[in-house]
Each structure stands twice: as structure tokens, then as C-alpha cells.
């Protein structure tokens, strides 16, 4: 059975775009099947797969709202063995739309059930709010990624995000684990990207990777080229460091993920 894992941070501009992109590739190029769900009205993550803007297209929206099939709405992408569940702005009013339906946190893994067992890996790019979608990209969820960008407000927010997912647990998931804590655009020339790395290894222990993600010219170019960086610039930084998460990620597999908020 596939494991489901969300990528949120309420806090924009963090990467979880990047990452759910280059994460799900890096995993696809090990031979694990891997599915991203856009959940985010921006579509940013449908674009940077190389899926501009289509009016036409259906998308997650019509899945929640009009109770579609996934499999009629997933596409395939570039890179082997990965593929794309889109988004589209519509989703902006799936929060209204879906708010007097019964049991609406639940729908989104009431509709991924029965497609775990088709890969290896389903990554859901959560919005940066902590709204209805972001809820149901939870409950469905097995873990969640947090990505934090090394700067001087790296924290803020987290504790938001973190008593969320207890009471998420406490509600609707009580087998929510944290996948764990991300450090992205890391700049390893400046004191205070050593001084947050440092700072949030003593606050969340080993429950932030060893990968780091740098500040990288040729990752930030990639999705305006509709391309994940394994097929934009495979031999720059941080592509390797995409590669290098992806293992980490799988080797929890052979751990067993058990990481408490």
C-alpha cells in the first residue's frame, strides 16, 4: 500500500511547491511510482510539471465538488513513473462550495482509498493556509513535510501548524505523523542559515532531515521551464539534493514511520 504524504506550511514562499515537484520526481527516478496532487488554486505545482493553465481540463476541483474519479484526471508527466492529479483556480471556491457538506475534511480521503495500492508514494502541495483543503489533505494523509526556509522568522507559524496536527489527531487522523522538518533555500556562506539550522535541530531533534536544501539559481528557473530539475539541470545542487530527500524519505519505509508532532 501506498503512503500519503502532505506537504504544508502555512507560511508562503517556503518551498513546499519546489519540494512536492522535485521530491515526487526524485522519487520516480528510483523506481517508485509516484503521484502529486495539487491542491493549491495558485496550480503552481500543475504549471511547474509542464501543465499550463486549461480551462477544460478537469482537475481536483471537480473531484471534491462534483464527486468525479480521480482516474479520469490524472496526468502523466515527463519524468517515468510520475504523474499529476491538477489544480485549477476553481478550487478557490471548493471551501465555500463544500462547507455544509457532511463530513467535508473527509471527502479527499474518502477518493484516495482505493488508489493506494496504484503507487508507491502520493504527495499532496498543500495551500499556504490552513483552510479546508490543507484539512483535507491531512486527514488524509499518513505524514506531513513541513518545509522551513532558513531565515530569521523560520518559526513562525510552526507552532500553529504543529497544534493543528494534534488536534487533527485528536479529531480526525490519529495516525498523523510528522514525515518531518525541511530546511530549504539554505545558504551556506551566511551565519544565520548555520545559526536556523542549528537552532531548529535543537528544537525538533531528529525529526529534521539531514538533507538541506540550498539556495539554488537553476532550482528557482526550473518550473518556469514546466520541468522538475532531474530533467531541467540534473547535475546542480539541487538536484542531487532532491535525490538525496528521496532517499531519506524511503529509507522511513524501512524504519517505519513513527515521528510524534
Known amino acids: 500500500m501506498g503512503r500519503l504524504i502532505a506537504i504544508a506550511n502555512q507560511k508562503g514562499g517556503v518551498g513546499k ?135 530569521y522568522f523560520a518559526l513562525e507559524g510552526v507552532s500553529e501548524l504543529l497544534d493543528t496536527l494534534l488536534r487533527i489527531r485528536r479529531t480526525h487522523n490519529p495516525r498523523l505523523a510528522v514525515e518531518g522538518i525541511l530546511l530549504t533555500m539554505f545558504d551556506e556562506r551566511t551565519n544565520l542559515s548555520h545559526q536556523v539550522r542549528d537552532d531548529l535541530k535543537d528544537f525538533f531533534g531528529d525529526q529534521v532531515f539531514d538533507t538541506l536544501i540550498p539556495r539554488n539559481v537553476r532550482l528557482a528557473e526550473a518550473p518556469s521551464y514546466g520541468k522538475p530539475i532531474l530533467l531541467y539541470d540534473p547535475e546542480c545542487r539541487g538536484a542531487s539534493s532532491y535525490l538525496e530527500l528521496a532517499r531519506e524519505v524511503m529509507q522511513h519505509d524501512k524504519k517505519g514511520l513513527g515521528a510524534g508532532a
Open 17 to 151: 511547491t519546489t519540494t512536492a515537484i522535485n521530491l515526487t520526481a526524485s522519487l520516480a527516478s528510483h523506481e517508485r511510482k509516484a503521484l502529486v496532487i495539487d491542491c493549491d488554486p495558485q496550480a503552481n505545482t500543475t504549471a511547474g510539471l509542464g501543465f499550463p493553465r486549461d480551462p477544460a481540463r478537469r482537475s481536483l476541483y471537480h473531484a471534491l465538488v462534483s464527486d468525479e474519479p480521480l482516474s479520469k484526471m490524472i496526468l502523466k508527466c515527463a519524468v517515468d513513473g510520475l504523474y499529476l492529479l491538477p489544480a485549477d483556480r476553481n478550487l478557490v471556491g471548493a471551501t465555500v462550495e463544500l462547507v455544509d457538506q457532511k463530513d467535508r475534511e473527509q471527502i479527499l480521503k474518502r477518493k484516495l482509498e482505493p488508489m493506494r495500492d496504484e503507487y508507491a508514494y502520493i504527495v499532496l502541495d498543500c495551500p499556504p493556509a490552513l483552510d479546508l483543503l490543507t484539512l483535507n489533505a491531512l486527514v488524509a494523509a499518513d505524514s506531513v513535510l513541513v518545509p522551513i526556509q532558513c531565515e
